[in-house]
């Protein structure tokens, strides 16, 4: 662990006091080293994944800190959720504004806090510095898997069905409920479709499921059919997914109403992102044990379309296919 | 690999034209998967470092985006070189500022690759976002060492000798240069300062040497007496350091000797930072032998100083003990 001083906050220190207590691992050293040092596990791979989020861009500049905190570690979660790891551990990469203060950083902190004791991790090392930009952070998550058993994005043969987890478009939403720009939903539904966006819930209840019945899987992050695009490419193949079997919340069903066309509507929610649901494959003969097992597991599955020759995604609705290309389902 | 567009250059082509060509190994899925995944290496420990760097602090905004790619995997190779291990692979992270072109991307790229190829490294995986802040990046390194090989900062004990590599102070003259900041040195002289600090140079050639005989070791970022410092707190000792024996280059020598005050000069060396040397310890008895390996190895090992009880570091000039505390060696 490293750290650099400036005015105001003195990093060391903030390292020493706030960041140590969730060093709890040997492996880490107590920060006081330049590394960490992971033992081999014979038997197991690591899963190793890394994601970065930036203040104004991937959270809203005001939302607390302990919230940012416990967002920055679940999207990194929901990665190893959707390759069916265990978590182990994370390194953390901050760099702070200057001038922000020792309050912000102390809740950032109990923010960690909180979901490694939820999710059982442990930091391990990382880095803290100042820019004169935006807070931006980048976490390198650390998971287990029995070696071999990682479930990837190039599984998807032709035949397979689709399936997601939870509800798709909560976390768009959301950011529209946070940013008070949607219309058509009571202040109840745009807080609850705001608390997805800043507080998204990685699948992790999913692995034996994944591990036991999946071809391929993701989490969905760039939005559902671009995630279904990612899974296309790495496993050479065409997902075809039908909108009208889109899982949507009761919030993001109350807004459907009120918009003026149902396909455009959904392919919306479908292009969002920031959903961190799991977007996976199986062979057709185990979807019903698939959707039995993630259901005692607390977790909804729902079938949205099917795996055949070909490349890319398509979407349909209502048995007419969508140009999803000019949706823009790359849009940020 | 995860990719968020932003106008001007589309993250999805940038990952697939730059980086993906430098992920040559199976354990990065050709950056198509949510992870990487490490098979299990019995009889080895898996070493990982996390540094973070910015522009504007880090580096400097018109440093050539090639050589900041390179300050970027060399100051982790250089934690790496301190624990003795092995370099393996990286992540990284990359927050573009918004706006910013292809070609700087490029070149970038193109930096990553000709040190990935120096040093034998391949990338993993990571993250690609946009910033409305400067460039911001982090990179995670891992290396591998013999299980219970890795050199910790823990190590040290009293009766040791303490040891630096190659010089000392350039890293901090080199920043003053690339400023224009430096005055009593030539123009070649400061040239050469300022590309110490633009690209270090990772003292990998020591880890047969360290591995054989060190104790304890850390590498010179924050500077050698903070540095010094983490060792005798990480191992509960005191080390001792005479600025006297302070190894310099001879561009900073020629600007000691510019200076009004010796220890005062010697001290803004010793406590300058950025210097990516290895401060080590060793039992006095192996001191002679570890000198000869690391020439023979190609770098130059300096004893300056030794480790007694207590706590801290001191440092002292003709015999005389220099309040390094209100010199202020957390200087950033």
Not at 154 to 183: F, H, M, N, Q
């Amino acid at each position: 662990m490293s750290a650099e001083p400036h005015p105001g906050v003195d990093e060391f220190e903030a390292i020493a006091r706030l960041l140590r207590p969730l060093a709890g691992s040997p492996e880490a050293l107590g920060l006081m080293d330049d590394a960490a040092v992971i033992p081999s596990r014979p038997g197991f791979d690591l899963v190793v994944s890394k994601d970065a989020m930036v203040a104004g861009v991937h959270f809203l500049e005001a939302d607390p800190p302990d919230l940012v905190a416990r967002k920055l570690i679940r999207t990194n979660l929901s990665d190893l959720a959707a390759k069916a790891a265990d978590p182990y551990g994370y390194f953390l990469a901050a760099a702070w504004p200057q001038g922000s203060g020792w309050l912000e950083r102390e809740r950032f902190a109990a923010g960690l806090r909180k979901d490694q004791d939820q999710f059982g991790v442990t930091l391990l090392g990382g880095d803290t510095v100042s820019t004169p930009g935006p807070l931006t952070l980048s976490l390198t998550i650390l998971g287990w898997t029995p070696s071999g058993a990682m479930i990837r994005r190039s599984g998807a043969r032709p035949g397979e069905t689709v399936l997601v987890s939870g509800t798709i478009g909560d976390g768009w939403l959301g950011l529209k409920a946070a940013r008070g720009e949607i219309e058509s939903v009571d202040p109840a539904a745009a807080e609850w479709l705001a608390g997805r966006y800043r507080l998204p819930e990685p699948r992790l209840e999913l692995r034996d499921a994944l591990r036991a019945r999946a071809g391929a899987a993701a989490d969905v992050s760039d939005g559902l059919i671009a995630d279904a695009a990612h899974i296309a490419e790495a496993s050479g193949v065409k997902l075809r997914l039908k909108l009208d079997l889109l899982p949507v919340s009761e919030p993001a069903f109350k807004w459907l109403q009120g918009q003026p066309a149902r396909a455009v509507a959904l392919a919306a929610l479908a292009t969002g992102g920031d959903d961190y649901e799991i977007v996976l494959t199986a062979a057709t003969g185990h979807v019903a044990l698939l959707i039995a097992e993630a259901e005692a597991a607390g977790v909804a599955l729902t079938v949205i379309g099917d795996v055949v020759d070909g490349e890319g995604v398509s979407a349909s609705f209502e048995g007419a296919e969508l140009d999803i290309a000019r949706a823009g389902w790359r849009h940020g």
